[in-house]
């Protein structure tokens, strides 16, 4: 009887670990968003299920709903590209 709850007890905290590491990268694509020089020039910028979303400016001072997705992909500099969001560098 000791072994059996013993290993129930070993079983439900190792499914409380795998839900929670799941949780915790989930929390992680909604927290802070990615570095890039786009930070300068864009706002409302969020992040959801891989997918990276802002409100660029243009080179004409207006601004445009613009997403990357699979922004995680991205090795080099998310940028601005006039109102647009790219990566400069290598995916």
Known sequence: MKNTLG?????????????????VAQA???GRPPRGSYLQ???NV????????ARCEDRR?????TRMVDWRRCRGDIE??????RCS???
């Open 7 to 23: 290993a129930l007890i070993l079983g439900a905290l190792s499914l409380s670990a795998v839900l929670s590491s799941s949780d």
């Open 28 to 30: 992680q694509d909604r």
């Open 41 to 43: 020039t864009c706002r």
């Open 46 to 53: 969020r992040t959801e299920r891989g997918t990276l979303f």
């Open 61 to 65: 001072g207006n601004f445009h709903d």
């Open 80 to 85: 601005n590209d006039n109102g647009r969001l």
């Open 89 to 91: 560098g290598r995916r």
